[in-house]
Protein backbone atom coordinates (compact mmCIF):
# COMPACT_ATOMS: atom_id res chain seq x y z
CA UNK A 1 0.00 0.00 0.00
CA UNK A 2 1.77 3.27 -1.15
CA UNK A 3 0.21 6.07 0.89
CA UNK A 4 -0.81 8.91 -1.02
CA UNK A 5 2.00 11.62 -0.20
CA UNK A 6 0.93 14.77 0.83
CA UNK A 7 0.88 17.18 -1.46
CA UNK A 8 3.18 20.35 -1.30
CA UNK A 9 1.88 20.72 2.61
CA UNK A 10 3.85 23.77 4.35
CA UNK A 11 6.43 21.68 6.94
CA UNK A 12 4.44 23.47 9.93
CA UNK A 13 0.62 23.05 9.00
CA UNK A 14 0.63 19.66 8.12
CA UNK A 15 3.05 18.62 10.41
CA UNK A 16 0.10 16.58 12.94
CA UNK A 17 -1.21 14.61 9.86
CA UNK A 18 2.72 13.79 8.55
CA UNK A 19 3.81 12.88 12.42
CA UNK A 20 0.25 10.59 11.79
CA UNK A 21 1.59 9.23 8.78
CA UNK A 22 4.74 8.41 10.36
CA UNK A 23 3.49 6.74 13.76
CA UNK A 24 1.25 4.63 12.29
CA UNK A 25 4.31 3.43 9.70
CA UNK A 26 6.86 3.40 12.27
CA UNK A 27 5.19 1.69 14.94
CA UNK A 28 4.55 -2.51 14.09
CA UNK A 29 3.11 -3.08 17.73
CA UNK A 30 1.88 -1.04 20.61
CA UNK A 31 1.12 -1.58 24.20
CA UNK A 32 -0.90 1.04 26.33
CA UNK A 33 -2.75 1.57 29.53
CA UNK A 34 -5.86 3.85 28.89
CA UNK A 35 -8.73 5.93 30.41
CA UNK A 36 -12.13 6.30 29.14
CA UNK A 37 -14.49 9.29 29.72
CA UNK A 38 -18.04 9.35 27.97
CA UNK A 39 -18.90 13.05 28.15
CA UNK A 40 -22.83 13.76 27.15
CA UNK A 41 -24.17 16.40 25.12
CA UNK A 42 -24.51 18.87 27.77
CA UNK A 43 -20.32 18.17 28.65
CA UNK A 44 -21.11 15.97 31.99
CA UNK A 45 -18.47 13.11 32.11
CA UNK A 46 -20.82 10.11 32.66
CA UNK A 47 -19.16 7.21 32.61
CA UNK A 48 -15.04 6.74 33.41
CA UNK A 49 -13.55 3.51 32.89
CA UNK A 50 -9.91 1.96 32.25
CA UNK A 51 -8.23 -0.85 30.44
CA UNK A 52 -5.39 -1.62 28.42
CA UNK A 53 -4.67 -2.04 24.65
CA UNK A 54 -2.50 -3.83 22.92
CA UNK A 55 -2.06 -3.60 18.68
CA UNK A 56 0.11 -5.49 16.32
CA UNK A 57 -0.10 -4.44 12.93
CA UNK A 58 -1.81 -5.47 10.29
CA UNK A 59 -4.72 -6.00 11.76
CA UNK A 60 -4.53 -7.76 15.52
CA UNK A 61 -5.59 -5.70 18.38
CA UNK A 62 -7.29 -6.20 21.97
CA UNK A 63 -8.68 -3.81 23.70
CA UNK A 64 -9.96 -4.82 27.33
CA UNK A 65 -11.65 -2.75 29.72
CA UNK A 66 -10.71 -3.59 33.01
CA UNK A 67 -12.73 -1.01 35.64
CA UNK A 68 -15.40 -0.55 36.70
CA UNK A 69 -16.33 -3.58 35.26
CA UNK A 70 -14.39 -6.55 32.24
CA UNK A 71 -15.17 -6.32 28.81
CA UNK A 72 -12.51 -7.83 26.20
CA UNK A 73 -12.24 -7.20 22.81
CA UNK A 74 -9.94 -8.85 20.62
CA UNK A 75 -9.54 -8.77 16.85
CA UNK A 76 -7.49 -10.87 14.34
CA UNK A 77 -7.91 -12.46 11.30
CA UNK A 78 -10.73 -10.27 10.06
CA UNK A 79 -13.01 -11.61 13.11
CA UNK A 80 -13.85 -9.51 16.21
CA UNK A 81 -15.02 -11.26 19.33
CA UNK A 82 -16.84 -9.05 22.24
CA UNK A 83 -16.72 -10.52 25.27
CA UNK A 84 -18.68 -8.92 28.38
CA UNK A 85 -17.70 -11.01 31.51
CA UNK A 86 -20.77 -10.28 33.63
CA UNK A 87 -23.19 -11.24 30.77
CA UNK A 88 -21.52 -13.97 30.16
CA UNK A 89 -21.72 -13.08 26.55
CA UNK A 90 -19.43 -13.12 23.39
CA UNK A 91 -20.16 -12.06 20.23
CA UNK A 92 -18.10 -12.60 17.37
CA UNK A 93 -18.43 -10.51 14.13
CA UNK A 94 -16.24 -9.34 10.97
CA UNK A 95 -14.59 -6.55 11.68
CA UNK A 96 -16.25 -4.10 9.44
CA UNK A 97 -19.63 -5.08 10.58
CA UNK A 98 -19.01 -5.03 14.18
CA UNK A 99 -16.83 -2.01 15.18
CA UNK A 100 -17.29 -0.51 11.50
CA UNK A 101 -14.26 2.69 12.24
CA UNK A 102 -13.29 2.27 15.78
CA UNK A 103 -10.30 3.60 16.63
CA UNK A 104 -8.74 0.44 17.16
CA UNK A 105 -9.64 -0.66 14.07
CA UNK A 106 -7.82 2.38 12.71
CA UNK A 107 -4.83 1.97 14.27
CA UNK A 108 -4.36 -1.30 13.64
CA UNK A 109 -3.56 -0.83 10.05
CA UNK A 110 -6.55 -2.94 8.68
CA UNK A 111 -8.47 0.27 7.45
CA UNK A 112 -5.90 2.50 4.94
CA UNK A 113 -6.91 6.05 6.75
CA UNK A 114 -6.79 8.02 3.51
CA UNK A 115 -9.16 5.97 1.80
CA UNK A 116 -11.76 6.01 4.54
CA UNK A 117 -11.59 9.69 5.95
CA UNK A 118 -9.86 13.23 5.37
CA UNK A 119 -7.46 14.19 7.37
CA UNK A 120 -7.08 17.79 8.97
CA UNK A 121 -4.24 19.08 11.36
CA UNK A 122 -5.79 20.31 14.22
CA UNK A 123 -2.23 21.89 15.26
CA UNK A 124 -0.41 21.63 18.75
CA UNK A 125 -1.77 22.53 22.30
CA UNK A 126 0.95 22.03 24.64
CA UNK A 127 3.00 18.97 23.61
CA UNK A 128 -0.09 17.46 21.55
CA UNK A 129 -0.15 17.24 18.37
CA UNK A 130 -4.02 16.63 16.83
CA UNK A 131 -5.10 15.14 13.85
CA UNK A 132 -8.67 15.19 12.87
CA UNK A 133 -10.38 12.19 10.91
CA UNK A 134 -13.62 12.72 8.91
CA UNK A 135 -15.18 9.57 7.45
CA UNK A 136 -15.76 9.67 4.09
CA UNK A 137 -18.78 7.18 4.70
CA UNK A 138 -22.17 8.81 5.44
CA UNK A 139 -23.24 5.89 7.37
CA UNK A 140 -20.15 5.88 9.57
CA UNK A 141 -21.14 5.93 13.67
CA UNK A 142 -18.74 8.70 14.34
CA UNK A 143 -19.25 12.30 13.02
CA UNK A 144 -14.83 12.68 13.55
CA UNK A 145 -12.21 11.00 15.38
CA UNK A 146 -9.50 13.25 16.58
CA UNK A 147 -6.00 11.30 17.38
CA UNK A 148 -3.44 13.04 19.77
CA UNK A 149 -0.25 12.39 19.33
CA UNK A 150 2.77 13.42 22.21
CA UNK A 151 6.39 13.57 20.67
CA UNK A 152 5.34 11.66 17.71
CA UNK A 153 3.31 8.63 19.78
CA UNK A 154 0.15 8.48 20.34
CA UNK A 155 -1.21 9.69 23.67
CA UNK A 156 -5.20 10.63 23.35
CA UNK A 157 -8.05 10.31 20.95
CA UNK A 158 -11.49 11.61 21.03
CA UNK A 159 -14.56 10.74 19.08
CA UNK A 160 -17.78 12.13 18.37
CA UNK A 161 -20.61 10.27 18.17
CA UNK A 162 -23.64 11.60 15.72
CA UNK A 163 -25.54 12.91 19.17
CA UNK A 164 -22.42 14.90 19.90
CA UNK A 165 -21.49 12.69 22.88
CA UNK A 166 -18.07 12.52 23.52
CA UNK A 167 -15.45 9.40 24.05
CA UNK A 168 -11.88 10.58 25.06
CA UNK A 169 -9.24 8.05 25.95
CA UNK A 170 -6.28 9.20 27.52
CA UNK A 171 -3.03 6.56 26.83
CA UNK A 172 -0.14 6.30 29.12
CA UNK A 173 2.66 3.75 29.52
CA UNK A 174 2.80 3.91 26.12
CA UNK A 175 5.42 1.34 24.21
CA UNK A 176 6.26 0.83 20.93
CA UNK A 177 7.71 -1.61 19.12
CA UNK A 178 8.13 -3.97 21.79
CA UNK A 179 7.84 -7.74 21.13
CA UNK A 180 4.18 -8.96 22.19
CA UNK A 181 2.75 -12.52 22.93
CA UNK A 182 0.91 -13.37 20.10
CA UNK A 183 -1.37 -14.98 22.79
CA UNK A 184 -2.54 -11.67 23.30
CA UNK A 185 -4.51 -11.87 19.92
CA UNK A 186 -6.18 -15.20 20.78
CA UNK A 187 -9.56 -15.43 22.30
CA UNK A 188 -10.40 -18.25 24.37
CA UNK A 189 -14.36 -18.36 25.31
CA UNK A 190 -14.41 -18.52 28.89
CA UNK A 191 -16.78 -21.97 29.63
CA UNK A 192 -20.10 -21.48 30.56
CA UNK A 193 -20.61 -18.28 28.18
CA UNK A 194 -22.80 -17.73 25.30
CA UNK A 195 -21.09 -17.74 22.04
CA UNK A 196 -22.84 -16.37 19.14
CA UNK A 197 -20.67 -16.05 15.39
CA UNK A 198 -22.03 -14.90 12.90
CA UNK A 199 -18.79 -13.16 11.69
CA UNK B 1 -17.78 3.74 41.12
CA UNK B 2 -16.47 0.74 43.14
CA UNK B 3 -18.12 -2.99 42.12
CA UNK B 4 -21.27 -4.01 43.71
CA UNK B 5 -21.19 -5.87 46.51
CA UNK B 6 -23.89 -8.26 45.87
CA UNK B 7 -26.72 -8.35 48.68
CA UNK B 8 -27.97 -11.71 49.92
CA UNK B 9 -31.74 -11.70 48.74
CA UNK B 10 -34.29 -14.30 50.00
CA UNK B 11 -37.21 -15.68 47.91
CA UNK B 12 -38.69 -13.28 45.36
CA UNK B 13 -41.99 -11.48 46.60
CA UNK B 14 -43.82 -8.82 45.09
CA UNK B 15 -45.42 -7.50 48.06
CA UNK B 16 -41.91 -6.78 49.55
CA UNK B 17 -41.11 -4.15 46.73
CA UNK B 18 -44.75 -2.72 45.72
CA UNK B 19 -44.18 0.50 47.44
CA UNK B 20 -41.52 0.68 44.58
CA UNK B 21 -44.56 1.14 41.69
CA UNK B 22 -44.84 4.91 43.16
CA UNK B 23 -41.41 5.88 41.65
CA UNK B 24 -42.11 8.94 39.47
CA UNK B 25 -38.71 8.84 38.07
CA UNK B 26 -35.56 6.49 37.91
CA UNK B 27 -32.19 6.22 35.53
CA UNK B 28 -29.83 3.10 35.33
CA UNK B 29 -27.00 2.83 33.54
CA UNK B 30 -25.66 -0.78 32.46
CA UNK B 31 -25.33 -3.21 29.67
CA UNK B 32 -27.68 -5.28 28.10
CA UNK B 33 -27.26 -8.32 25.78
CA UNK B 34 -30.11 -9.92 24.00
CA UNK B 35 -29.58 -13.69 22.49
CA UNK B 36 -32.16 -14.98 19.78
CA UNK B 37 -31.77 -17.35 17.31
CA UNK B 38 -31.86 -14.35 14.70
CA UNK B 39 -29.76 -12.04 16.34
CA UNK B 40 -27.50 -11.68 19.39
CA UNK B 41 -25.80 -7.98 20.48
CA UNK B 42 -24.75 -6.55 23.43
CA UNK B 43 -24.61 -2.76 24.47
CA UNK B 44 -24.49 -0.21 26.93
CA UNK B 45 -27.69 1.14 28.39
CA UNK B 46 -28.91 4.36 29.91
CA UNK B 47 -32.54 4.38 30.84
CA UNK B 48 -34.42 7.63 31.66
CA UNK B 49 -38.01 6.44 33.19
CA UNK B 50 -40.28 9.55 33.56
CA UNK B 51 -44.29 9.61 34.60
CA UNK B 52 -45.59 8.99 31.02
CA UNK B 53 -42.37 8.01 28.71
CA UNK B 54 -39.19 6.11 28.35
CA UNK B 55 -36.14 7.29 26.83
CA UNK B 56 -33.35 4.58 26.53
CA UNK B 57 -29.83 5.08 24.98
CA UNK B 58 -28.04 2.05 23.58
CA UNK B 59 -24.50 2.42 22.59
CA UNK B 60 -21.50 -0.35 21.25
CA UNK B 61 -18.34 0.15 23.67
CA UNK B 62 -16.30 3.65 22.98
CA UNK B 63 -19.63 5.41 22.63
CA UNK B 64 -19.85 4.30 18.99
CA UNK B 65 -23.42 3.16 16.91
CA UNK B 66 -25.21 5.13 19.66
CA UNK B 67 -29.12 4.96 19.06
CA UNK B 68 -31.91 6.34 21.39
CA UNK B 69 -35.69 5.31 21.75
CA UNK B 70 -38.12 7.48 22.96
CA UNK B 71 -41.60 5.78 23.96
CA UNK B 72 -44.68 7.73 24.71
CA UNK B 73 -48.01 6.21 25.08
CA UNK B 74 -48.05 4.02 21.58
CA UNK B 75 -45.58 6.14 19.81
CA UNK B 76 -41.82 5.45 19.56
CA UNK B 77 -38.77 7.33 18.12
CA UNK B 78 -36.06 6.10 16.89
CA UNK B 79 -32.78 8.56 16.62
CA UNK B 80 -29.61 7.10 15.55
CA UNK B 81 -28.49 10.74 15.50
CA UNK B 82 -27.54 13.32 13.06
CA UNK B 83 -31.06 13.60 11.46
CA UNK B 84 -31.72 10.00 11.19
CA UNK B 85 -35.16 9.75 12.89
CA UNK B 86 -38.25 7.40 12.39
CA UNK B 87 -41.57 6.85 14.45
CA UNK B 88 -43.89 4.44 14.64
CA UNK B 89 -47.37 3.82 16.12
CA UNK B 90 -46.81 0.18 16.49
CA UNK B 91 -43.75 0.04 19.69
CA UNK B 92 -43.40 -3.51 19.59
CA UNK B 93 -43.15 -4.39 16.47
CA UNK B 94 -40.84 -1.63 15.22
CA UNK B 95 -38.42 -2.05 18.26
CA UNK B 96 -37.97 -5.54 17.63
CA UNK B 97 -37.59 -5.10 14.16
CA UNK B 98 -35.21 -2.38 13.88
CA UNK B 99 -32.97 -2.92 16.79
CA UNK B 100 -33.79 -7.11 17.62
CA UNK B 101 -34.63 -5.85 21.03
CA UNK B 102 -37.47 -8.61 20.91
CA UNK B 103 -38.90 -8.11 24.90
CA UNK B 104 -41.39 -5.52 25.09
CA UNK B 105 -39.93 -2.27 26.64
CA UNK B 106 -43.23 -1.50 28.49
CA UNK B 107 -43.19 -4.38 30.36
CA UNK B 108 -39.79 -4.07 30.57
CA UNK B 109 -39.78 -0.83 32.41
CA UNK B 110 -41.66 -2.15 35.67
CA UNK B 111 -39.20 -5.67 35.41
CA UNK B 112 -36.07 -3.41 35.47
CA UNK B 113 -36.89 -2.06 38.65
CA UNK B 114 -37.70 -5.40 39.79
CA UNK B 115 -41.58 -5.26 39.81
CA UNK B 116 -44.32 -7.73 37.79
CA UNK B 117 -46.27 -5.32 35.25
CA UNK B 118 -49.38 -3.42 37.21
CA UNK B 119 -52.88 -5.02 36.13
CA UNK B 120 -51.41 -8.31 34.77
CA UNK B 121 -51.46 -12.25 36.05
CA UNK B 122 -48.00 -13.41 37.27
CA UNK B 123 -46.80 -16.16 39.35
CA UNK B 124 -44.00 -15.68 41.61
CA UNK B 125 -40.50 -18.14 41.80
CA UNK B 126 -37.72 -18.18 43.81
CA UNK B 127 -35.97 -15.37 42.30
CA UNK B 128 -38.31 -13.44 40.12
CA UNK B 129 -42.00 -14.22 38.33
CA UNK B 130 -43.63 -15.30 35.13
CA UNK B 131 -45.50 -13.12 33.01
CA UNK B 132 -47.20 -12.29 30.14
CA UNK B 133 -45.24 -16.28 28.91
CA UNK B 134 -41.81 -14.47 29.92
CA UNK B 135 -39.71 -15.95 32.93
CA UNK B 136 -37.82 -13.16 35.16
CA UNK B 137 -35.06 -14.23 36.89
CA UNK B 138 -33.39 -11.84 39.45
CA UNK B 139 -29.87 -13.17 40.00
CA UNK B 140 -28.00 -10.29 41.82
CA UNK B 141 -29.23 -7.76 44.20
CA UNK B 142 -27.65 -4.44 45.47
CA UNK B 143 -28.41 -1.82 47.43
CA UNK B 144 -29.27 1.55 46.31
CA UNK B 145 -30.03 3.95 49.24
CA UNK B 146 -32.46 2.59 51.31
CA UNK B 147 -34.00 0.40 48.22
CA UNK B 148 -32.49 -2.96 47.34
CA UNK B 149 -32.31 -3.00 43.12
CA UNK B 150 -31.72 -5.34 40.83
CA UNK B 151 -27.92 -5.76 39.50
CA UNK B 152 -28.17 -8.56 37.52
CA UNK B 153 -31.24 -10.00 35.98
CA UNK B 154 -32.91 -11.86 32.97
CA UNK B 155 -36.02 -12.27 30.81
CA UNK B 156 -36.33 -14.90 29.19
CA UNK B 157 -38.56 -17.04 26.86
CA UNK B 158 -38.49 -20.10 24.35
CA UNK B 159 -36.74 -17.86 21.58
CA UNK B 160 -35.35 -14.82 23.61
CA UNK B 161 -33.16 -13.95 26.38
CA UNK B 162 -32.35 -10.59 27.49
CA UNK B 163 -29.86 -10.58 30.04
CA UNK B 164 -29.46 -6.64 32.40
CA UNK B 165 -26.57 -5.67 34.57
CA UNK B 166 -27.41 -2.20 35.99
CA UNK B 167 -24.73 -0.75 37.53
CA UNK B 168 -26.07 2.09 38.75
CA UNK B 169 -29.23 3.38 39.33
CA UNK B 170 -31.15 6.70 40.32
CA UNK B 171 -34.01 6.99 41.94
CA UNK B 172 -36.93 9.67 42.42
CA UNK B 173 -34.42 12.96 42.15
CA UNK B 174 -32.92 11.01 39.24
CA UNK B 175 -32.44 13.57 36.49
CA UNK B 176 -32.47 12.48 32.87
CA UNK B 177 -30.50 14.51 30.30
Not at chain 2, 10 to 35: C, D, F, M, P, S
Amino acid sequence: KTHAKPHAAKQGKNEPVIQLQVFLKVSKSLSADFKQVLINEVGNPTQTSYGVFYLQRPGKFRWDYQKPFKQEIVSNTGKVWFYDTDLEQVTVKKVDESLGSTPALLLSGDVALEDNYTMESQGTDGDMQWVKLLPKSQDSSFKYVLIGLSKGTLAGMELSDNFGQLTRIYFSNVIVNAPLKQTLFEFKPPKGADVFNDG
Amino acid sequence: CASVPPVHQGAYTQAARAHLYGIQEWRLQGRLAVVSPKDSWSANIEWGHLPNSEKIRLSGPLGQGAVVIELAGNVVKIDRGGGNVQTSNHPEQFISQQLGLLVPLESLRFWAVGLPESGQDFQETSDGFVQGGWLIAYKEMQKTGVETMPHKMSVSDEHVKLKLIVDRWDLNGGKTN
